[in-house]
């Protein structure tokens, strides 16, 4: 996964000399990284209830430099003494709460020092590190960071659907499997940065992510109709996970009607149903919806058959 090392020349041009160990994110970046937590947060933290497979999280992302094409330069763009720092905080979240910012860095998790650089896989050392915080944000309900300047910060944790949010350099649109949901960057940009729009397509691939439609279809090769009907319940249930969040549902209609002939965001075509065909279903489900005593989509919505 490319994710960094495209945008790293930029970063260089952009920050002439080094920024903070606690700045605020530093480059369009951690800002879009930043962005996609918080929308991710907001959506996962208000459908907790409803969600089978829900854990408490801390709105926290951490971030490698070794996962940079030129880790020495990553270090110098962002002022960093070290390799582990925080990528994003989602604003709102426990972490923002706790003082948390991006570029802080990071010494130990969990008691645990961060450890030396991969000698393989770029991205497994800080894969490892948030699969430690998540881990006892869930057990503990609260995660113990010691940053690179020695202060000890505990973070606690709020309940949350157990779905990590991902921005991916490496693709233009979005996916999910049951615990992750990723959206690119090409995709930001296609949406305008819009966040209503961007909580549109982060809650059709959380709603993936919360009915396990990856265990649904199961692995291999997956019949159309299948697929079609898992599109079309996370469509239909995108619109309730917005409205708990208080994003506004006829967002997502606004973000399918940007899909053209030839794609944007998620594939058009048999297994996703044409773009106005969508429109529609979502637009009767919103109404259905509205007709309902509360929102609670664990007792009020409708599976397909």
């Not at 202060?151 to 649109?173: E, H, M, Q, W, Y």
């Amino acid at each position: 996964m490319a994710r960094r090392g495209a945008a790293l020349l930029a970063l260089e041009l952009a920050l002439a000399v080094s920024v903070p160990a606690q700045a605020q994110p530093a480059d369009d970046l951690q800002r879009d990284d930043a962005l996609v937590q918080t929308i991710g947060w907001r959506l996962s933290h208000a459908n907790a209830a409803f969600c089978t497979r829900a854990a408490p999280a801390t709105g926290l992302l951490l971030g490698d430099v070794q996962t940079f094409a030129d880790p020495a330069a990553a270090r110098a763009a962002y002022g960093l003494s070290g390799d582990i720092a925080v990528a994003a905080v989602a604003a709102g979240s426990p972490a923002e709460a706790a003082g948390l910012a991006a570029n802080a860095v990071v010494a130990a998790v969990e008691g645990t020092p961060v450890g030396p650089p991969p000698a393989r896989g770029n991205w497994d050392r800080v894969w490892a590190l948030q699969a430690r915080l998540e881990q006892a944000a869930a057990q503990r309900g609260e995660v113990a960071l010691t940053l690179a300047d020695g202060r000890a910060v505990t973070v606690p944790a709020a309940p949350s659907c157990g779905v990590r949010f991902i921005l991916d350099d490496a693709k233009d649109n979005a996916g999910a499997t049951r615990s992750q949901v990723r959206i690119g960057r090409r995709a930001l940009d296609q949406l305008g940065r819009d966040e209503a729009m961007i909580a549109a397509v982060l809650a059709h691939e959380l709603a993936h992510a919360a009915l396990d439609h990856e265990t649904l279809l199961g692995p291999g090769q997956r019949p159309t109709a299948a697929v079609r009907r898992t599109e079309r319940e996370a469509d239909r249930l995108s619109v309730w996970i917005m409205a708990n969040a208080g994003y506004s549902p006829e967002a997502a209609l606004r973000m399918i009607r940007l899909i053209t002939p030839r794609g944007l965001l998620v594939i058009p075509g048999a297994s996703h149903g044409k773009a106005s065909t969508r429109a529609r279903e979502m637009a009767e489900e919103i109404a259905v919806m509205r007709t309902q005593p509360d929102t609670n989509w664990a007792l009020r919505f409708r599976r397909e058959p």
